[in-house]
Structures are given as structure tokens and as C-alpha cells.
């Protein structure tokens, strides 16, 4: 009666080996996951009293990048992939069209990413 309950558990752990090789990674250890880029949009009032208004603005420059990354660090990740003025269409949705606010007015947009 040992022998067949050896044997049996034999079985089972080598049926365990296998399925976990199957669900490991590349070597043979790590389970694969795939890696997910999170990336979320800020819209930021461009008149919001700081001053960061004018270096945001521009959308391409180093001291508004330093902004923008810090904003996004303060927010929880790790750098700013874009930001600058952000168009009417990112922050009316689907309100039809109105007259042309001016640049000044628009919100400023910060894409953060992981």
C-alpha cells in the first residue's frame, strides 16, 4: 500500500513541476506578465496662480518640462510624456463648437506616465 501512495505522490509533484514550467517565464522562474504603460491626462487652469502658465505653455521648454515633471511626480508617477495648451476639443468634449477662446484662457495639459 506504501509503494502505490509513493508512486501516486511522485505523480502529483511531477504534474506540479510541469504546469508551473508551463506558466513561468522566460527563464523558467519568473511568471511573464505583460507590462502595461499607464499614462493619465491632467488639464491644469492656465491662470492658476503659481506662474507655471507661461514655462507649460509652451510645450517645449526646459523649464517647463521640470514643471511638468514635477507635477506628474506629485500625482504619483514617474515623468511628464507631454504637455502644453491643451485644444478646445480635449477639454469641451462634444460641446459644438463656440467662438475662439483665447490662448491665454485655455487649460494647460499634462500627460503623465508610469
Do not use: H
Request: aromatic share 6%.
Amino acid at each position: 500500500m506504501r509503494r502505490p501512495a509513493a508512486e501516486i505522490g511522485t505523480l502529483l509533484a511531477l504534474a506540479l513541476m510541469i504546469s508551473s514550467t508551463a506558466l513561468a517565464g522566460g527563464d523558467g522562474e519568473t511568471p511573464t506578465k505583460a507590462v502595461s504603460q499607464v499614462e493619465k491626462t491632467f488639464l491644469i487652469p492656465a491662470g492658476e496662480g503659481y506662474g507655471v502658465g507661461d514655462c507649460l505653455s509652451n510645450g517645449e521648454s526646459s523649464c517647463g518640462q521640470v514643471v511638468a515633471n514635477a507635477w506628474c511626480e506629485a500625482q504619483g508617477f514617474a515623468s511628464a510624456g507631454s504637455f502644453g495648451v491643451a485644444a478646445q476639443d480635449e477639454y469641451t468634449g462634444a460641446i459644438p463648437t463656440s467662438p475662439v477662446i483665447k490662448q491665454a484662457e485655455r487649460p494647460i495639459r499634462i500627460t503623465c506616465q508610469d
